[in-house]
Nanobody, 123 residues
Framework: QVQLVESGGGLVQAGGSLRLSCTAS????????MGWFRRAPGEERDFVAA???????YYSDSVRGRFTITSDNTNNTVYLQMRSLKPEDTALYYC?????????????????WGQGTQVTVSS
């Protein structure tokens, strides 16, 4: 059974930084993509960033230049370093895993999800 566990969320002031982590377990996939999505209150779960097997990266326009996604394939962990945080970054952040390498910015492409970690940015 594939499990994804996120950590690192919290409360931070605008302009601050946070680093989210997500560790995957219970799978035997040799290659996969991991991504971060977020859902603000009353909104859909929107794409934030993704990384293909530790190589190619994707970012939404709203976070490009401020967020960095990296991975440690040995430990099946993906990180999201968030800098220059804004109040509009406040959301529940979810980690997802997919065996696909196409459509990785689309929520429905992902097969597995974590429970989410809350990020709150105060103004």
């Amino acid at each position: 059974q594939v499990q994804l566990v996120e950590s690192g969320g919290g409360l931070v002031q605008a302009g601050g930084s946070l680093r989210l982590s997500c560790t995957a377990s219970g799978h035997t996939f040799s290659r996969y993509t991991m991504g971060w999505f977020r859902r603000a209150p009353g909104e859909e779960r929107d794409f934030v960033a993704a990384i293909e097997w530790g190589t190619r990266t994707y970012y939404s326009d709203s976070v490009r230049g401020r967020f960095t996604i990296t991975s440690d394939n040995t430990n099946n962990t993906v990180y999201l370093q968030m800098r220059s945080l804004k109040p509009e970054d406040t959301a529940l952040y979810y980690c997802g895993l997919t065996r696909a390498f196409l459509g990785v910015t689309t929520r429905t492409t992902y097969d597995y999800w974590g429970q989410g970690t809350q990020v709150t940015v105060s103004s």
